[in-house]
Each structure stands twice: as C-alpha cells, then as structure tokens.
C-alpha cells in the first residue's frame, strides 16, 4: 500500500495489491482523474491518459486554446458552469448571486493511518498500517473558501474512503448549496446499475438496469435513508457475476437524506455522485467556518460480486462497527411486541420471560407501551418515565426480576419522536418540527422532535441516561416510526433553513455517541419501523439494526439477502416471529422461520406460551443450536449462492475464516411435485480438505472441498419421485441446513 506523488508531473498514484488510483494537477489547476480500476505498476507515469480535442460546440478553459474543456475531461471534483455543463459535485452560492467556482490545488498531505471525521460517522484504523490517507488541498481565489479533499486507501482490498471539507478563509458569507462525499469520472459507461428499493416490509430488493445516456438515480427526501433506497449503489460491467468480473460499490455512511447518481454524457463517460441530497439542502458558510462531508466508501473488485460484498462485510464489521459488541456474539433475545403488543402487565411480561428462560434464550426485550399513558400509539412518546400501573417497581424493578431468573434485560425507546398527548409536547409545543401557520402532518399519531436543537437533544439524554444509570438495562431497542414533514425549525433564521435536515441527523449522532460512550457494555439496536434507517451511519453507533418489520421468513429470505450486497450479517437483526405470521397471513414451519433468521443477530417475537409442547422442545433445539454455531453464523464469511430473486429457490452460506466449518442454508419457496434432480454448489471451501456433511444430526456423507464447490450437496429429497417413497414429507416454505465441518484422512474431526 502506497501513495504517490510526482511534483514534477503533479500525479497522484494511490495503490495497494488490488487496486490503482491515479490523479493529476490539470494545466487550469483543478484535479483530473485518470485511471481507477485493478493495480497497474507504479513505476510509470500515466499523463498520457488525459486527452484533450477540439470538440464542436465545446467551451474551453484558456483563451486562444481549443484543447481544455471540463465538459471533456475527468475531473474529481467537478464544478458547473466553467466549461463543464455536468451535475456537479459543488454548488456554492455567493454574495453577488454568482455559483461559479474554481478549486485550484495548492498543496498535499500523506499521512499514515485515517483522521478521525468530527461530529460523524465514519470507517477508522486500529494501526496506522492499515491504511495510507492523502489530503488534497484545493482554493477558490476569489471567494477564498479552502476545500480539501480526502482520500484513504486501505491496505489489502480495493477500498477508497472519500470525504471533502470546505472552510471559509474568506471575508464574506457562502451558502453551500451542493457538497457531494465522492464525485468519480469514468471513461466509459459499459455498466450494469444495481440499486437496492423497496418499501416498509419488503425493504433493500436489488433492481438492475444498463446504464443509459441520461441520469440514473436514487435518493431519500425523507430525513432518513428510507426504506424506499438504501444509501448504496453497485456498477458492475454486464458478464459480472457473483464469482467474476469487475465490480465497484459505492457506500455512504450517513443516516439523513442522500443522493446517489450516475450520469452518462452523450460521449458515454460515466459520473457518479454520493452524498447528502442536494434539494432542501442549503448550508450558511461563516468567515472562519468549515463544513464536513459525510464519508463514502469505494469498494472495487475484479473477482466479482460477493467479493466485493465480503469486503464491505469485513470493513464494515471491523472498522465501522466500535466498542464492546463489536467481535462478541451477540445474545439470543425475545421481544414482548407481538407477543401481547400494548395488552401487558408485569405478570404477563415474566410469565414470558420464564418461559424463555427454559428455552434458553438469554435476553427478555420490553417493547413498546412500558412509559407515560402509552396505551396506544396516540399518546405518551416523549414521557421516558416508567407507568406504574403497569410496572409498580418501575424498570429497575422488572429488570431485577428479569436478571433473578438469569436472563439479562432490554427496553425499547423512540427517542425522536413524540406525541401531542404527552407531557413532553405540553411543556415544549415549539419542540416539534413544524412551519408556522402551516398543517402539521402526523405519522402514527406522533411528530418528530426537532433533534437540530441541542436543547431537544440535551433533554431526551437526560430521561435516557436516567433509566440507563440504574445500571438495570444491557440492551436498548432505538425506533423511529415516521419520516419528516414540515422541516422547519424555530431555533434558525431564515437563510439557515436549509440546514435542519442535516442539523437533524447530527443531533441523533450526539444522542448516540454520549449514549454509547457513557453506556460501552449497553448493547444498541437501531430500528426505524423495521429498515427505514438501516444504514452505515447508525451502524457506527449500533452494531445490529432491526431489518425489516417483516418477520415471514419468505419475505425476510428476499430482505436478508438483498442486505447482504453491503452489510454483514452480525449487523442483521432478524427473529422467529408467529404464525400465520402478522405482516402476510402466511403460514410458514417453524423451521424454516428459525433457518432464515439464524443468519443474523437471532430472537424470538411470539408468544412462547401459545406454543406446543413440541413446538417448544423445537424452539430449544433452535436456541442451542444457535448458541453452538451464532460466531460462524454472525461472523464467517458469507456467500450468495442462489437468489431467491429468480426462481423458486433460495441459498446461501457462511464459512469459518480457517475454512473448516461452514453452515449451509437451502430454502424452496413452493413445493413441485416430480421435480428433475437438483444439486447446490457451494463456495469458499478448501478444494483439498475432506468434510463431513450432516443435517438435523444425521450425516449425508464425506466429500472433498472441490467436490461440493464444483459438484454441488445433492438437494432431491422426498419429492423427486413417488410419494409414497419419502423418508420426510415435505410442503411449501421448506428449508434445509447443512453444517460441514473438516474432517482429517483418518476420519477425525479436523
């Protein structure tokens, strides 16, 4: 790993075992790229990768010169309207009305290690031997703003974190109106796009489409990443698979409204942008201030998609994710909600807790319903205190008695929001983000709080930290169930209004941040409705977030996997829920419920009580098998094997870093009568080690690595001919697990 710079030539070489950047000064003073893509040798200069033509119609640079236009170039940076008639990266609007710019370099840095972003989010080294940084440092010579670019190359993967920060040196007042994380100019536009939409309950599908002339885009307007995109995109060239080719994924770590983009000139080059969105984003810029990008991440990769996603898997388990649940397993838990939503008491909330406890689960989660007059979803957000009448020794009460049966305790909050019907609203009515003489739209009956406020912030800490500091909670559940409306704060003038969406955001970073900071051993799991919110940026501060509000395993088969193309699964809440299951009617086995959700951070979220005397011994098997196999299955290294996105199967699988365990999920959607015989190919395997494969206990038999990669686990079962003829009846929403484990020649356990 290494960063070069030639100050003769005035180029950029950024490089490691797998990958090349390189950047030069361009003759107006500006940044051109010229290469990104698989490593090429150092050792040469690559100047000869700008070019520069006379094109008709074109504007250039220089006067008497007809070679330099920005339309025509890749720039790293790109700014409209001098020459270049792209989207740009920047946009800042000055006193003269003027939103022209020109960031000329002035001089570099490099530096061992990655500098620590404040006030955000972001990816850090452990060692300063874990990646290289160089910081550009540009200037406008006329409204003297600085703007400094970040670049860190991490060692050993094709990963480029990108951030910019702007200060102004100037005299006068700017207002940013655009400030992207990561502008990349590419010479071509032979891409695939895939972007990752959905809704409440179906969130994170993957949709593929070429690229095309024109925009292509995703984004959030909505305070939040969303359900509806995630704040990540992949381009992969069109022979991409799962296994070969190039690919590049584009990540930012940020939880507000974003912005990812890919325009496609009519001379085919390709310009990505990521960042915070630029509508309804309007950043006033002091003399003496500065302002700070969030991070994007670069993942490239020439050995196909999941590497690419392992990579982002690694990097963000390890180096995004902090504190003390960072490397732990994490603990089998069940949650009250749909057990008895808001119908509970203490008695009915420790007969469940009991019941759990025999099962083997190891932490009881009280959900929402336990504060103020929170009878119902109309009143009581915003009063963090415990209702007596329902838990007459409040949360360190329940939490000793939860602890005496050896279990530990979680608690549920939505500290954003609050409800008109609350003593919170009552007292502060002006707290609430909302215009002056304008609706006040609802959500589920409550209004978000105007976190943008350190006053708001400072207040919800306080009821937080209180319940926190009795030392009775080792888990919180963090919600947020509505997206904004009315953005608007009492606290800004009117020319800062357009900082309130972002100002939102660094409000619940502080709340997060003091909260974790003060609390390390408290285990945080971000929620917003389920996926609304399943984003790098909270993974900072949370290392699991709830997936989707949908808990039917079929449902969660298609979010789990689709969550897989960026995030790891120790980051993947996901529980064994009722059934018929509450978001779909649908009946689903208990099995196959608990063989998707072992793929993640694992729970329960039904009423165990309601359950069979064999529907519970199965519940314990589950639980134990779990307990035996959650640091393979939360922290090895997943595959994608088949995408239950293209036909009637699904699969995937994990596997220890020493490759001698691995865990194999199978599951068919419908049953099909007769079907032909069919085998499942796995990967990640030792092609020379003997392993043993068993499920439910029974072993299948002894195969070599290369026989179950490029062979596959025969996966017939009773279906494949006659009826009659089957060991085990099979029905729709079947699954299968195999476990494999190395064996030596001699036949012992490796």
């Given at each position: 790993m290494s960063i070069i710079y030639d100050e003769k030539l005035k180029t950029f070489h950024l490089f490691n075992e797998k990958f090349s950047y390189i950047m030069k000064v361009l003759p107006n003073g500006q940044i051109g790229n010229l290469y990104c893509g698989r490593k090429i040798s150092p050792k040469k200069d690559y100047s000869y990768l700008l070019e520069t033509v006379s094109?008709?119609?074109?504007?250039?640079?220089?006067?008497?010169?007809?070679?330099?236009?920005?339309?025509?170039?890749?720039?790293?940076?790109?700014?409209?309207?001098?020459?270049?008639?792209?989207?740009?990266?920047?946009e800042i609007l000055q006193k003269n009305g003027s939103r022209i710019s020109d960031f000329r370099f002035q001089s570099c840095r490099?530096?061992?290690?990655?500098?620590?972003?404040?006030?955000?989010?972001?990816?850090?080294?452990?060692?300063?031997?874990?990646?290289?940084?160089?910081?550009?440092?540009?200037?406008?010579?006329?409204?003297?703003?600085?703007?400094?670019?970040?670049?860190?190359?991490?060692?050993?993967?094709?990963?480029?974190?990108?951030?910019a920060r702007f200060i102004n040196q100037g005299k006068e007042p700017v207002h940013l109106l655009k400030a992207m994380s990561f502008c990349l100019d590419l010479p071509d536009c032979q891409y695939d796009w895939i972007q990752f939409s959905g809704a409440w309950s179906r969130e994170r599908h993957p949709r593929e489409r070429r690229l095309e002339q024109g925009i292509q885009s995703v984004g959030s307007m909505r305070g939040h990443s969303s359900h509806e995109h995630n704040p990540f995109?992949?381009?992969?060239?069109?022979?991409?698979?799962?296994?070969?080719?190039?690919?590049?994924?584009?990540?930012?770590?940020?939880?507000?409204?974003?912005?990812?983009q890919a325009e496609v000139d009519t001379h085919d080059t390709t310009r990505v942008l990521l960042g915070i969105h630029p509508e309804w984003f309007d950043w006033k810029l002091e003399p003496g201030e500065e302002f700070q990008t969030p991070e994007a991440v670069m993942v490239y990769t020439d050995r196909g998609i999941n590497d690419m996603s392992q990579t982002f898997h690694r990097l963000y388990q390890k180096r995004l994710a902090r504190g003390y649940w960072r490397d732990r397993e994490r603990p089998i838990l069940i949650n009250n909600w749909e057990a008895t939503y808001f119908d509970f008491n203490e008695e009915k909330l420790l007969k469940l807790a009991k019941t759990a406890k025999e099962a083997g689960i190891e932490l009881f989660v009280?959900?929402?319903?336990?504060?103020?007059?929170?009878?119902?979803?109309?009143?009581?957000?915003?009063?963090?205190?415990?209702?007596?009448?329902?838990?007459?020794?409040?949360?360190?009460?329940?939490?000793?008695?939860?602890?005496?049966?050896?279990?530990?305790?979680?608690?549920?909050?939505?500290?954003?929001?609050?409800n008109k019907d609350s003593d919170l609203y009552r007292e502060h009515p002006d707290w609430?983000?909302?215009?002056?003489?304008?609706n006040q739209c609802h959500g589920r009956n409550q209004y978000v709080l105007d976190f943008s406020r350190k006053e708001v912030v400072d207040r919800i800490y306080e009821m937080m930290a209180e319940i926190l500091k009795s030392g009775a909670v080792s888990y919180i559940k963090w919600d947020m169930n509505r997206s904004i409306t009315e953005c608007w704060s009492p606290a800004l003038p009117a020319d800062r209004q357009g900082e309130v969406f972002h100002r939102y955001i660094l409000g619940v970073y502080d709340l997060y941040e003091r909260l974790t900071s003060e609390f390390p051993k408290v285990l945080f799991e971000s929620c917003a409705s389920g996926g609304a919110r399943f984003d790098p940026g909270i993974l900072y501060y949370a290392p699991q977030g709830w997936t989707s509000d949908d808990t039917d395993a079929v449902e969660r088969l298609k979010i789990q996997y689709g969550t897989s193309y960026c995030y790891p699964t120790s980051s993947i809440g996901a529980h064994v829920s009722a059934s018929p299951n509450h978001q779909v009617n649908r009946s689903t086995p208990l099995s196959t419920r608990a063989n998707v959700a072992c793929?993640?951070?694992?729970?329960?979220?039904?009423?165990?009580?309601?359950?069979?005397?064999?529907?519970?011994?199965?519940?314990?098997?589950?639980?134990?098998?779990?307990?035996?196999?959650?640091?393979?299955?939360?922290?090895?290294?997943?595959?994608?094997?088949?995408?239950?996105?293209?036909?009637?199967?699904?699969?995937?699988?994990?596997?220890?870093?020493?490759?001698?365990?691995?865990?194999?999920?199978?599951?068919?959607?419908?049953?099909?009568?007769?079907?032909?015989?069919?085998?499942?190919?796995?990967?990640?395997?030792d092609p020379e080690q003997l392993y043993q494969v068993s499920e439910d206990g029974e072993v299948l038999g002894e195969f070599y690595g290369d026989e179950l990669m490029y062979v596959g686990i025969i996966t017939s079962d009773g279906n494949f001919g006659s009826s009659s003829h089957a060991k085990k009846s099979r029905c729709d929403f079947e699954s299968r697990l195999f476990v494999i484990t190395g064996k030596t020649d001699s036949g012992s356990e490796k």
């Open positions: 094109r008709a119609m074109a504007s250039y640079v220089f006067e008497k010169e007809t070679t330099l236009s920005l339309e025509h170039v890749r720039q790293e940076y790109g700014v409209y309207g001098s020459s270049d008639y792209r989207f740009p990266a920047v490099i530096q061992p290690g990655k500098p620590k972003l404040s006030g955000l989010p972001a990816t850090y080294t452990e060692d300063n031997s874990e990646a290289e940084t160089l910081i550009l440092v540009l200037k406008d010579p006329v409204t003297e703003i600085q703007l400094e670019l970040f670049y860190t190359l991490f060692s050993g993967a094709g990963i480029l974190a990108r951030s995109i992949i381009l992969k060239r069109p022979n991409t698979d799962e296994f070969q080719g190039e690919v590049m994924g584009f990540s930012l770590i940020y939880s507000g409204n974003f912005l990812a009280l959900d929402d319903g336990w504060f103020g007059k929170r009878c119902s979803d109309q009143a009581g957000l915003g009063d963090w205190k415990a209702n007596p009448e329902r838990l007459p020794q409040g949360i360190p009460g329940l939490a000793a008695k939860i602890e005496n049966l050896g279990m530990k305790f979680g608690l549920w909050f939505e500290p954003e929001m609050v609430i983000l909302s215009v002056p003489e304008r793929f993640g951070t694992f729970g329960y979220e039904l009423d165990l009580n309601r359950m069979t005397d064999q529907e519970l011994a199965q519940v314990k098997e589950q639980v134990d098998f779990m307990k035996t196999w959650r640091k393979l299955l939360q922290f090895g290294k997943f595959y994608r094997l088949v995408s239950p996105f293209e036909g009637n199967i699904g699969a995937w699988m994990t596997v220890s870093e020493n490759q001698n365990e691995a865990i194999v999920g199978w599951y068919r959607i419908l049953n099909t009568p007769n079907p032909p015989y069919t085998r499942l190919r796995l990967a990640g395997l």
